[in-house]
């Protein structure tokens, strides 16, 4: 697909993302924001994966580690065909299989369950370094948030996937410079996210998050380093496309009120046309 149809595609998951945490009442709503971009590009650009069997064993691995905003990649397996896309009005609802975090168990197309930070990455090394023993070609991507970095246990799994040269691998680590309650520098401030991952032995290439042709070009398996895992810091805007929730912390975890979703709602539209 070209930037521009990936474009179209992302923003049409926006609106519906947008729409299905005024109806729910909850969400995610600023993640979920800044990762479409990204989760747009890997399902209908890059990633080897078939709806109709999401469990080929050839698969490649798609690891939400940020599994708060399980609702973005609800509704890109949606439109990617792994479930029908009038499921995501049932978010939230009562016996739902769209919860808040993802569960593989219930939901064609989730990889592993994720929700508690720092878990995603561990498990993503476990699964690229299977491919490994067992010589297949496919492939491994998980996405963390950048706040989800200051976890200890991501550290250890970066060590090992250069220690093993898991170039299979891929981390998209979602810098989007805020996580709950906070800005990232008045926490523990990682960034820059590079240097380090460098010295740890990885491949890493800066981009712009919302930009399809960047993105593309990073997550192809071209742009792989032999013998070396590749971290992509793509640098994003929490809140990305509606002008009051863009880079705006309150926005990690709220509903917006009726006229913030006409707002938010008419920014979108307006910017599909």
């Known amino acids: 697909m070209t930037p521009d149809e990936l474009r179209s595609i992302a923003n ?24 479409i971009d990204l989760l747009t590009c890997l399902y209908f650009h890059e990633l080897s994966v078939d709806p109709a069997a999401p469990l080929d064993p050839e698969r490649d691995r798609l690891v939400l580690s940020k599994g708060h905003t399980a609702l973005a990649l609800y509704i890109v397996l949606s439109e990617r065909g792994f479930i029908p896309k009038d499921e ?25 369950n994720t929700g508690p930070l720092g878990h995603g990455l561990p498990v993503g090394v476990g699964m690229a370094t299977a491919a490994k023993l067992d010589t297949r070609p496919w492939r491994t991507f998980v996405i963390t948030g950048d706040g989800e970095m200051q976890e200890g246990s991501n550290w250890e799994a970066i ?13 998209i680590i979602d810098h989007n410079r805020l996580q709950q309650g906070a800005r990232l520098a008045e926490t523990n401030d990682l960034a820059p996210f590079a240097p380090k991952l460098e010295a740890f032995g990885w ?71």
Not at 159 to 167: E, I, K
Not at 240 to 250: K, L, W, Y
Not at 254 to 271: F, G, I, R, W
């Open 12 to 35: 049409r998951i926006r609106r519906r993302d947008l729409q299905a945490v005024f109806e729910a009442g909850a969400g995610h709503i600023g993640g979920e924001m800044s990762v």
């Open 159 to 171: 060590m090992a996937a250069a220690q093993f040269g898991l170039d299979n691998l891929t981390l």
């Open 203 to 273: 491949h890493v290439e800066e981009i712009d998050g919302h930009d399809h042709a960047q993105i593309c070009r990073a997550i192809s398996k071209d742009a792989a380093v032999p013998g070396k895992p590749k971290c992509i810091v793509a640098h994003t805007n929490k809140g990305h496309g509606i002008s009051f929730m863009s880079d705006n912390v309150a926005w990690h975890h709220k509903v917006p009120n009726e006229d913030q979703y006409k707002k938010a709602m008419s920014e979108l539209t307006e910017a599909a046309e």
């Open 88 to 112: 995501i009005s049932t978010f939230l609802g009562h016996r739902s299989r769209l919860n808040g975090h993802p569960n593989r168990v219930y939901v064609p197309g989730v990889e592993t």
